[in-house]
């Protein structure tokens, strides 16, 4: 009707559009209505079309089998071929199985976080219930393995199945058990890894009392084992040690802070650092600056990928040699930097994805050369007995993307002296390549074991690295003026000594052997005897070894918020304190805030080593995030004496301290609290509602301690966060973690396809409480929005929501 009008205007009134006889207004009105008639006629026929081909291609689609849906891309490379044939990595007789492997989907595997209390109740629940379901399932004429523990991963920790992700994610009949992924995933219970990658954190043999730094940690799934490691105990909530988890992508250190975040742990530290010179730090030790060395390093170093040519379809047809040569160098330079923060007596472990010599054996052999005997590879064939890998080869060539062949340096001509580099090679000398051990190096090859390609090796330091063992030229350093803000210390004014040393081929070493010439942090640790790090001068000026000062540090990405740590007598402690009667061991100095101005917000804890560590060096490197959030303001709840509630995440680390405001509660409480929105107290059994009776309102603990003499019950401990009202009582929960706990009890809460709850309980009473169970599933829908608020990504004040308003005597739930 438009268009008729418009053109009836235009053809039979001669109007014109170009505003010769009508005022500007009119004319720019019809001129915009012709426009969009036209316009929105060729928009329609042209979707008209394009609808017209999306159905027949979403028709094929739906009549093909799970692995259809995109234009199949062709899993051959003959170059990739040709090229691993030549190197012999692979046993001849196995070459085509090899092949026929890498062309096959790489199955699904879980892991079961470890040093999670109720680890043993989630392996229970997976065992019992959803692996039961799985046997003997046919999908699209594909029949379905039910999972199998990984052979060498200990305790029954990790699983795989021939399941494809895809098929877990859209096959009706494995619904239930891909939202119970999703959402022990999300509350941190399991970990969706590639089996190769949980390798590496096995074979560094973590310690609860080990410093480890993670070089190169996006996206943090091996980040999320070491932190693991270090809480094998539960019962002590700040272990001796800590993880420093590093990548140089400032946007992939957010995801490394998602999935740190849902460990809860107070040991972890997020930074944002080239890893090839990432900065030498201090900490105060016994009074004195001292240089941190690591007990562990993890250097997963970035790779050409065509290990993980079964889950990467891309890697089929991008693969060239060129990209090992690219990043040959880098590997190095990461890796020496690696040993160079690395304490005498340390291990460090060196892994990519690939499976090309010139990115494993070759970096591994240079390395091992320039230390001079301070490094040595360790025989890890015992470590993980049940894994099938391939020894590390001695001898390898080196092809470009042409398919010229080089098998030593000397054949190089000089115009390619830029892209191929001596270290690319083996040693020429025999002695010298057997007393390197490169046997000892680990190949794992995707056909043994239906796995990933992956390559590892073990380091142990055995002594100094020969460039650090020269002892530096003193610069007099005038001693920094101290900022009267807690968060900040002297040490932390001053420069950054951050060395980047460049071992590349055999370019010249100057300045004593050191690489790049600079003398790292390593050099003022390992310092002659009779040499002081510190010495008093007349003056009380200090000589620091180190090299020059270099200039103030350039920081790239989002500005994070400050990290402030509290003094013992800052008044946010007096309400606290006598609120939760906090015991008088209590780390008050390990608390720390997002904000040097107005009301804190949120509050969180570190240990007492990443408090060292952040004190010290502030202006060394760039913090993403660190600490566990244990409180959150709460307008509310300063009428009944503390400003400040409990938080979910932190009540692991908190709980030991607090003295007062626990309940005890059974199994059949716990059910009550999480199923039900608001219960009254009257819900509760007997002696959890006397208790809760004596209680005053506010902020409370609620706490279950398993019965080692019923074994039908949860034999974990476990504790939540609530609200006691005036007469009702409320659990503040995050939804996944909800789902959890009403898992280890025996409740499954499921969620159909459109949207709305259904449940099915094993030995639960019938009536209202199924009703109540079946509300939770409908939580999905988002109708707790303060529980949502408990699952932020960044630890920041500004990105808090505002606090849920809370039962406390003037509204009653009914």
Known sequence: MIHSIAVHLQTHCSISLSGLFFPRPATTLFRRLFSRVVCCSNMGKRSRQRQKKQNGGRDDRDNAGWGAGYADIVKENKLFEHYYKEQGLVPEEEFEQFMEAMREPLPATIRITGYKSHAKEILHCLKEKYFKDIQELEIDGQMIEAPQPLSWYPDEQ??????????????????????????????????????????????????????????????????????????????????????????????????????????????????????????????????????????????????????????????????????????????????????????????????????????????????????????????????????????????????????????????????????????????????????????????????????????????????????????????????????????????????????????????????????????????????????????????????????????????????????????????????????????PDFPKLNVLTRTHEGKKRHLYMVSKELRNVLLNNSERMKVINTGVKVWSRNSDGEEFGCAFRLAQEGIYTLQPYIRSRIIGVSMEDIKVLLTQENPFLSKLENDAHTQAKQMGMGSIVLKYIPNPNNTTEPQCPIQLCGWRGKTSIRAFVPRNERFHYLRMLGVEVFRDKQGLGQKRRDGVKEGKEDDDAEKVAEEEEGALEENEAELELENSDKNGSSEPKIDCGNKESS
Request: net charge negative; charged share 25%; aromatic share 6%.
């Open 158 to 583: 990790a699983w795989h199945t021939n399941m494809s992700r895809k098929i877990i994610r859209k096959s009706p009949l494995l619904e239930k058990f891909h939202q119970f992924l999703v959402s022990e995933t999300e509350s941190g219970n399991i970990s969706r890894q590639e089996a190769v990658s949980m390798i590496p954190p096995l074979l560094l043999k973590i310690e609860p009392h080990h410093k480890i730094l993670d070089m190169c940690a996006a996206p943090g799934s091996k980040t999320a084992q070491l932190i693991e490691m270090l809480h094998s105990d539960m019962d002590v909530p700040f272990p001796e040690g800590f993880v420093i988890a590093n990548d140089v992508d400032n946007k992939r250190c957010y995801l490394l802070v998602h999935q740190a975040k849902r460990l809860n742990s107070p040991c972890i530290m997020v930074v944002n650092h080239d890893a090839s010179c990432i900065p030498t730090l201090q900490i105060d030790a016994d009074g004195k600056k001292d240089i941190l060395l690591y007990d562990r390093v993890l250097c997963d170093v970035p790779c050409s990928g065509d290990g993980t040519m079964r889950k990467n379809i891309d890697v089929w047809k991008k693969w060239t040699t060129s990209n090992s040569l690219h990043l040959h160098g880098l590997q190095l330079r990461i890796a020496v930097r690696g040993v160079e923060q690395l304490a005498v007596g340390g291990r460090m472990v060196y892994s990519t994805c690939s499976l090309n010599p010139i990115e494993d054996e070759a970096v591994i052999a240079a390395l091992l050369e320039k230390s001079e005997g301070a490094l040595e590879l360790a025989d890890a064939s015992a470590d993980l007995p049940g894994l099938k890998w391939m020894p590390g080869v001695t001898s390898w060539k080196l092809m470009t993307k042409e398919g010229q062949w080089y098998s030593d340096w000397t054949e190089v001509p000089s115009s390619r002296h830029t892209q191929i580099r001596p270290t690319m090679f083996p040693p020429k000398n025999p002695e010298k390549v057997a007393s390197m051990h490169l046997e000892r190096c680990m190949r794992i090859l995707p056909h043994h074991q239906n796995t990933g390609g992956f390559f590892v090796a073990v380091l142990v330091k055995k002594a100094p690295m020969p460039w650090n063992k020269r002892y530096p030229k003193l610069r007099k350093d005038a001693s920094s003026s101290s900022a009267a803000q807690a968060g900040v210390s002297p040490a932390a004014s001053s420069p950054a000594d951050t060395p980047c040393p460049i071992p590349e081929g055999n370019q010249e070493e100057v300045d004593g052997g050191s690489p790049g010439g600079k003398v790292d942090g390593e050099a003022e640790r390992e310092a002659p005897p009779g040499a002081s790090l510190v010495q008093e001068t007349g003056t009380k000026q200090e000589a620091v070894c180190g090299p020059p000062p270099s200039k103030k540090m350039k920081l790239f990405g989002y500005k994070e918020d400050p990290f402030v740590f509290l003094t013992e007598d800052d008044p946010v402690f007096t309400a606290i304190e006598s609120f939760y009667d906090l015991s």
